[in-house]
T-cell receptor, first 114, second 111 residues
Framework: GAVVSQHPSRVICKSGTSVKIECRSL??????MFWYRQFPKKSLMLMAT?????????EQGVEKDKFLINHASLTLSTLTVTSAHPEDSSFYIC??????????FGPGTRLTVT | KNEVEQSPQNLTAQEGEFITINCSYS?????LHWLQQHPGGGIVSLFM???GKKKHGRLIATINIQEKHSSLHITASHPRDSAVYIC?????????????FGEGTQLTVNP
């Protein structure tokens, strides 16, 4: 089946720094990618929907200046957590949708802000 | 009431048992996904279906559109099947393509 990769899988950063997470669709072109956040023992929360070549659509309550999303190509989207704070510590998951509307999920990135 | 409800929330089984996880939803949908999340977090998409039944190995997913209900079955369960199973639907009643997720079912299969 189709594969979506994320990098890094784990990152620890100091408060105030920025962290970039990459999401790649390895064997298909993804016109739409999704970024989710997951808290412990909770379901996925959609943060934003990203369409290639256009600005991301953010969900209510998600700060677009804090969570910068770039979808520059059909196989790559990035999420940058700017000026990270401990409350940004979480599990971030990306998902990519293929032309048949099948949605594939990445392995996730665990962010810890100290 | 959540748009997507799963049952049971937790399920413990002995190796070899037949497992059923249920998902009920309250909106019209264009597709339903079954996902598997192992400890450590990675999510695997098991099935996407909009009607009928799909089978992959020991896994079977069924959906009844009229009853707004889907089931995921695992035959001959194995400890490696232990994971959280998540049902997610794509609504046909709203624009866009966002998924609405159930709370998940934690499955533990003991040897």
């Amino acid at each position: 089946g189709a594969v979506v990769s994320q990098h890094p899988s784990r990152v620890i950063c100091k408060s105030g720094t920025s962290v970039k997470i990459e999401c790649r669709s390895l064997d298909f072109q993804a016109t739409t990618m999704f970024w989710y956040r997951q808290f412990p023992k909770k379901s996925l929360m959609l943060m934003a929907t990203s369409n290639e070549g256009s600005k991301a659509t953010y969900e209510q309550g998600v700060e677009k200046d804090k969570f910068l999303i770039n979808h520059a190509s059909l196989t790559l989207s990035t999420l940058t957590v700017t000026s990270a704070h401990p409350e940004d510590s979480s599990f971030y998951i990306c998902s990519a949708r293929d032309p048949l509307y099948e949605q594939y999920f990445g392995p996730g990135t665990r962010l810890t802000v100290t | 009431k959540n748009e997507v409800e799963q049952s049971p929330q937790n399920l413990t089984a002995q190796e070899g048992e037949f497992i059923t996880i249920n998902c009920s939803y309250s909106v019209g949908i264009s597709a339903l996904h079954w996902l598997q999340q192992h400890p450590g977090g990675g999510i695997v998409s098991l099935f996407m279906l909009s009607s009928g039944k799909k089978k992959h190995g020991r896994l079977i997913a069924t959906i009844n559109i009229q009853e707004k209900h889907s089931s995921l079955h695992i035959t001959a369960s194995h400890p490696r099947d232990s994971a959280v199973y998540i049902c997610a639907v794509r609504s046909s009643e709203t624009s866009g393509s966002r998924l609405t997720f159930g709370e998940g079912t934690q499955l533990t299969v003991n040897p």
